[in-house]
């Protein structure tokens, strides 16, 4: 990254790289979907800001930022644009400290950035399975943290879970990722995950022509008629690989996972876990070995902000309200 690149402090600079980046084949209005170009006007002169349309078909104006994670914010552009790559380059993440430090702008400003940025991460719902036919899948759940309030344990006939136990579900957030080799990775937060939450989230997110790999856990039992292979290796017993059999990948990013949350942001509240799962899941799906670099993350970051919206509300002490 080359801080003294324009976009990085200069606003015009930033606009015009925005713009670049989420109208590749020209401008189109976010009010009403026209993208004829005859049929948006840039507005100019002292009453109208830098980067304002109109749109002629629907006669209503925007800018770059309308539609996106960005509509309404104070913040200067050239700011967004240097969070944008510090969020998208950063392997285990940068907090919203950092951010508040680096940019100049306040704690509660640079955590509400951050989260938008995540939410702009978060891929997009019409997403196919991933895996498929000559493809291998690898599935696996760990805990991390705790949860606000203790939960039924399934084992214990209903009782809460054990106040020990330093690994396994000890009243801590549960997480099932599932993971592509040398593809993508989807992680997900249920509230529990037991058998039938996660047989669910496997069906409907890998591929049925794939071969599917875990470790030797009750959660994965009863799936093999379900692909073309399931295959497990048994960690209670020192077995970690045999032949290509293994669930190392899926465990290599849960280590990129860990140390980003411990290391750098320390404390998650389980109503935004999700977003931080998926802050991991795009920098890993588009990292190097896959082709993009820390530029092309960026790039894929702000077209993903089209479409969505984050607001931010706070009733007596209740989460953050997010709508998009």
């Not at 998926?278 to 990292?287: I, L």
Request: overall charge positive; glycine content about 10%.
């Amino acid at each position: 990254m080359n801080l003294s690149d324009p976009r990085f402090h200069d606003d015009t600079a930033a606009r015009e790289w925005l713009e670049a980046r989420r109208w590749r084949n020209g401008k189109v209005c976010p009010h009403c979907g026209n993208a004829d170009q005859a049929a948006i006007t840039g507005l100019k002169g002292k009453k109208h800001r830098p980067g304002v349309c109109q749109c002629n078909a629907c006669r209503e104006q925007f800018t770059v930022t309308v539609g996106t994670v960005m509509e309404r914010s104070k913040i200067p552009l050239h700011k967004w644009v240097m969070a944008t790559h510090l969020m998208a380059a950063s392997k285990k993440g940068v907090s919203a400290h950092q951010l508040h430090r680096m940019l100049g702008i306040t704690y509660k400003t640079a955590w509400f950035m951050a989260h938008r940025l995540r939410e702009a991460m978060r891929p997009a719902a019409d997403a196919g399975p991933i895996g498929g036919e000559g493809k291998t899948v690898e599935a696996d759940e760990t805990y991390f943290g705790k949860t606000e309030e203790s939960r039924p344990s399934p084992k214990r006939k209903g009782l809460p879970y054990t106040k020990g136990g330093r690994s396994g579900p000890s009243n801590k957030l549960a997480i099932v990722s599932l993971v592509e080799r040398g593809g993508s990775v989807r992680s997900f937060h249920p509230a529990v995950a037991t058998k039938p939450v996660v047989t669910e989230i496997v069906k409907a997110n890998i591929a049925r022509e794939s071969k599917f790999y875990t470790d030797e856990s009750r959660l994965y039992t009863g799936l093999s008629a379900h692909f073309a292979e399931h295959s497990t290796v048994k960690h209670s017993v020192g077995e970690y690989v045999r032949g290509e059999i293994h669930s190392n990948t899926i465990e290599g990013f849960f280590s990129i996972f860990k140390r980003g949350m411990k290391g750098i942001y320390q404390h998650c509240g389980e109503k935004h876990l999700h977003r931080y799962l998926a802050e991991f899941d795009f920098r890993y799906n588009h990292r190097i070995a896959v082709g993009f670099s820390d530029y092309e993350r960026s790039c894929r970051l702000v077209e993903g902000m089209a479409g969505k919206r984050l607001t931010y509300r706070r009733i007596d002490g209740a989460e953050r309200h997010l709508q998009g």
